[in-house]
């Protein structure tokens, strides 16, 4: 079950790469499943491949510097409870990471430091709740 859950998480990431196998019916991704796992270890083989290339062209797009973080993204907003950021760092760029808005009052409570790519979310959310 767990290779299954897996290959569906990362079909739906990368549907749109040219490589993916074309997946239109739930039989059909059944027929695929060895395709799909091969271009999934494919891709985890080749860390410097396509899915490295879109993060960070994705990245790039949202204002993300690998060294800087997203600056000024949250500058005159006010960020909703209910907000969560999705990131990829260069380390591991085939590997989402998650903070959410209540994640980030416990690291800033334990006086953990954000990593760069969310600073300025957590630096925000400080900001706001006045910690």
Known sequence: MRRLDTAID???INIA??????????????KKFPKIEAAMARQQRDTKGTRAAK???????LGVDF???VTNAYKGKTIRKNKQIVYFTPEEPTVEKI????SAIEMIK????PHPYVADFYYKVKEQ???
């Open 110 to 113: 334990r006086g953990e430091k």
């Open 10 to 12: 990362w079909f739906a």
């Open 129 to 131: 709740e006045g910690l």
């Open 55 to 61: 993060v960070a062209e994705q990245n790039k797009e």
């Open 99 to 102: 903070i959410t808005y209540g």
């Open 67 to 69: 060294e800087l973080g």
């Open 17 to 30: 790469d040219q490589f993916t196998p074309v997946v239109e019916s739930a039989s059909t991704f059944r």
